[in-house]
């Protein structure tokens, strides 16, 4: 096919259309917004830097640690301190931000008979509602129809004498929250006994204290006491967890 002399382009031509493509595009770039979504920015384009927003602390959180030392803060603070007999520096963990009921769910242990299920179900629910209102109402959801914040599990045996285990999780930006509490439904120095209801309550108890944030105490008579040897809660262990709470999540104490 001959094209005519008059149809082809000339030069100056060529160079008006580029000149008028460049524009086009410099206009469309200026009216995208400055803000745009970050997953458009390129792996070949190093000069999209993604665009992140500082996180901005829950009023009265503190933004970094507070360093207290014992002589100034360990009186009249329960068991609060009691592990600086043995350690340099603790840290206090609790819940922060925390607004309304805090909801366990206690499924029934499903690997034992069905009578002393509900037995163990019912003490657990017991020892953990031992807590309520120190700080905040504690509901037991027995029946798994609630949003739990974390719940009990039941296992035969949790290793050598052990009757339950908490799983927590903490970070100075988020503050405590629960995982889960493993109970043991069998007498741990006889496997063939199931668990006295009685005692289970008691560590349910004890287990729910550290789900709070509490470190153990150094007094047999409280429930935080590392063996199962509180016959209930105590005055003390009331005062302990009173004091965790007025205090701001994440302050170190050292010796």
Known sequence: M??????RPTPLSLLALL????????LLRDRLPSNADPAFCGAREPSCVPRTTPRTPSPGQPTTATTLIADAVCIDVGYLCAELESRDVIRLQRWTDFEGTLVVHVPLPE???PALARALQRAAAQGLRAWSGQP??????????????FSIRWSQSLGGSQLGITRTQWSLSTGLSGVSIELATRNPFNRGQTADPRQ????AAHEMGHALGLAHSDTRRDIMYPTNTATSM???????????????DGTEIRR
């Open 200 to 203: 289970l309550r008691l560590t």
């Open 136 to 149: 905040f109402p504690i509901l037991t959801d027995l029946r798994g129809d609630r949003n739990p914040n």
């Open 2 to 7: 001959i094209i005519s002399a008059s149809l």
């Open 19 to 26: 000149l008028l493509v460049v524009g086009v595009v410099g």
């Open 111 to 113: 690997a034992e008979d």
């Open 234 to 248: 105590s005055a003390q262990d009331y005062r302990t967890i009173e004091v965790l709470y007025r205090m701001d």
